[in-house]
């Protein structure tokens, strides 16, 4: 079965051809029948009445891959659309796209005339007026056969995001549709090897391409023999072996280390080589990532910042092409991961060692402003530690918030992902010593017996040089949390609903009497890591619920509080709790707020966020 194909080139390209040699329509001519009329050869199939349908390839931002749609009804603004319009004995197309405010918008196509050398490209372009919904339609007729739609260049308009696309169209035997994707989002190369695919379900097939395109298909079509007709520029090609691109690697993973991630996957059997793509975009592929080509599993990606999360994808390569891309995974360099069994795990991010000013004017207890020095680093929990987590290593779950409780407008049916509250500084320090004992670390609490079972009213010391979990101290919570800023909060110095609302889950949107919107769907504390991040990725560090540190509280501790690695005051009755809670307004979630309690006091409003010397 012999079939007749037509490519794109590329614009840059076909413009100049146009200027050399080729034919230019004067705005507003979209009969392309006169103009073309002894410019390509009839056609032999004896085609009759097919109009065109536009297959436009763009990328979808929920799934980050190729969306393949046959758009023929006008949809969202983002999808677009082009119509189907019949034409007589030739082929038609009706080009729909958004206007980008302007009351007109200008649609020009190049196509390529296979089989010409004299004349190889024609251009049209029409101007249309946007309709009252924003649409413009432009509708060009009297397409013959065997040209094939180049470049769509859009002036005063777009379809989803773009304004240039190129692609290829079988207008012979074919089922009469244009694949044409965004430049920049596919290669040209890209789309012959769709449109290959496409077309290949009854091999030997002939393929007919302009010359400059037979390199490139070649490298898409296993085995492809090439011979150049001396009647035309085109290459005359057969298709003998049927393309198969190889699958895509699975069970993709990546875990962080310092500075750097590893990235693993199953090896493919036909597989010569892999590429990964990376990006900090979540939306990575393989047509937006930053190329890591050739490499093998596993894979050590060095360079990274501690506290940004990348994301990565995974192709194959054979002889044959580049497979699709793996399933996306993420990771965040300078976190650690630990793994409690029943899909529990906890997540930790490195704290670097450094120097910042604490304490703020107009808080009270917290001035002066002073100077703090931690000479290493530690890691954090990148959220409060759940009721799931609390469960998990200590048989029980205290918490206030949990299913059926309908105080505060409460009443969530799951609440195993929200922070675990109504523990006391003891019950957290417990919490730390139980989860060091599950990692075979050395606890980091003992009483005055030296004992690691902590009993509450025990007068308890930690060992700084233990390599288990611990509570922070106030200075290590405060220089986490501002996380390199010096403002009230650690997204700025606005205090109003809207600055604070998405980073925090506080009074406004978490007190069901109180609340004002947007608020929570329930009263009372949140699941976390629902809110954004600070700088170095830990959430909910102010709001959702305070967190109790290791420290003895004095009023005027800053008076003389060491400017290196200060541990806290010698003496007191209280332990220090920071952060604010789901009922707290915004003075009582600063970063420099401070407050205490007794350590054997309960409440819904106070948690833990546990940390570990880095080793």
Known sequence: MTRFLGFLTLFSILAVFTLSSGCLLKDGDSDLSSALNGVVPTSSAGNTAAAVRFKILLSDSQTGTALPRILSTLETASQNSATTVSDGDDAAAAVRAYTTGTPTVKFKLTLVNVGNSAQPTTTVSKTVSAQASGVAEAVFTGIPALPCIGDIHIEGGKIGTSTDFHGAVDLVTGDNQVTVVPKGQKSLTDVVAQVVLNLTASPPLMLRVPAALATSVKTYVAGLTLSSSTNYDDVTTEYVNSLSLPAAPQNVAASAGDVAATITWDAVSDATSYNIYYSTASNVTKL??????????????????????????????????????????????????????????????????????????????????????????????????????????????????????????????????????????????????????????????????????????????????????????????EYACRAGTTTTYFWSNDSSEAAIKPYCWYYYNCNGANWTWPHAEKGGTQPVGTKLPNAWGLYDIEGNVMEWCNDLYKSNYYDASPNTDPTGATSGDKRVIRGGSWNCIDAYIRVAERRCNSASVKTELTGLRVCRRRP
């Open 288 to 477: 937006n990532g930053t190329p890591l080509p050739g490499r093998t599993s596993p894979f050590l990606h060095t360079g990274l910042t501690n506290g940004t999360t990348y994301f990565y994808v995974v192709t194959t390569v054979n002889a044959a092409g580049e497979s699709a891309e793996s399933a996306k995974v993420s990771v965040t360099p300078g976190t650690i991961e630990i793994d409690l069994g029943n899909d529990v795990k906890m997540k930790f991010v490195q704290i670097p060692a450094g120097t910042f000013s604490m304490g703020e004017v107009g808080v009270q207890d917290a001035t002066p402003i002073h100077s703090v020095t931690f000479l290493n680093g530690l890691y954090m929990g990148v959220f409060e530690v759940t009721q799931a987590q609390y469960q998990k290593v200590m048989g029980s779950n205290p918490s206030f918030f949990i299913p059926g409780q309908k105080d505060y407008s409460a009443g969530y049916s799951d609440t195993s992902n929200h922070p675990v509250e109504n523990v006391n500084w003891y019950s957290a320090a417990r919490f730390c010593n139980a989860l060091s004992n599950w990692q075979s670390l050395t606890p980091c609490y003992t009483n005055l017996n030296a004992s690691t079972t902590i009993s509450d009213g025990d007068t308890v010391t930690c060992n700084w040089t233990a390599s288990g979990y611990r509570l922070p101290t106030e200075a290590e919570w």
